[in-house]
């Protein structure tokens, strides 16, 4: 198993988020992986076109973690049928070119994953962030879908059990989000030969 350097960034501010501890067991379920959990969310200023250059120092902060990570992992509440605001506002922020650089997101290799208590586990908020990562052109693990449902009643003092199926799934998406990683690296050097 190839070892990355992985952003999990959640998408609650909650302290005793599901989606937070849905990351941490992913965590413990790659551990030949080196997560970074971005807990900045909430300090970000809302986004301001006015107030891009400079840009904020939490901002650079955020770029600069993107950057350094060879994928993103995502997990996020549903909120009234999307994302928070607090997610949306960390990728507008994302969106937008550092200097020379690109937007930090464009060509990154992301995965999606999603926790609610409710019976859909963040199926349109998982769409609503899908549609976005399109936009920024950053490169989306399609197959396996993640979302579990019920997530208070899943986990095990912060574990999902040894034979549930979610974590499997999430194993799974964690080996897809290294070979999407694997196959954009190869994809770059072979574009880096050919021009
Ligand atoms: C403002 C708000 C809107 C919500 N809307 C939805 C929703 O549309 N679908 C859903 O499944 N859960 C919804 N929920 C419940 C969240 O799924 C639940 O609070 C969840 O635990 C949030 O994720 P977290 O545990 O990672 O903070 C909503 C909660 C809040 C506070």
Redesign the pocket.
């Known amino acids: 198993m190839t070892p990355l350097n992985v952003l999990a960034i959640?998408g609650?501010l909650?302290r005793d988020?599901?989606?937070?501890t849905l990351l941490r067991e992913a965590e413990r379920l790659g551990p030949h992986h080196r997560f970074d959990h971005y807990d900045g969310l909430g300090r970000l200023p809302h986004f301001n076109e006015d107030e891009e250059h400079p840009a904020p120092s939490a901002v650079i902060d955020l770029r600069r973690r993107v950057q350094e990570a060879d994928a993103v992992l995502i997990a996020s509440?549903?909120?009234?049928?999307s994302i928070p605001g607090a997610l949306k506002n960390a990728l507008d922020w994302l969106s937008r070119p550092a200097g020379d650089d690109g937007p930090a997101l464009a060509l990154k290799p992301v995965a999606v994953v999603g926790?609610?208590?409710?019976p859909?586990g963040?199926v349109?908020a998982q769409l609503a962030l899908r549609q976005v990562l399109h936009k920024m052109n950053a490169r989306v693990v399609q197959q396996p879908e993640f979302l579990l449902f019920q997530a208070h009643q899943q986990f095990d003092d912060g574990r999902l059990p040894e034979d549930s199926p979610a974590r499997q799934l999430l194993c799974a998406v964690l080996d897809a989000l290294t070979q999407l990683t694997i196959s954009e690296r190869q994809q770059a050097l072979t574009g880096a030969s050919v021009h």
């Open positions: 959640s609650s909650r988020s599901l989606n937070t509440p549903e909120y009234n049928a926790a609610s208590p409710g859909f963040t349109r």
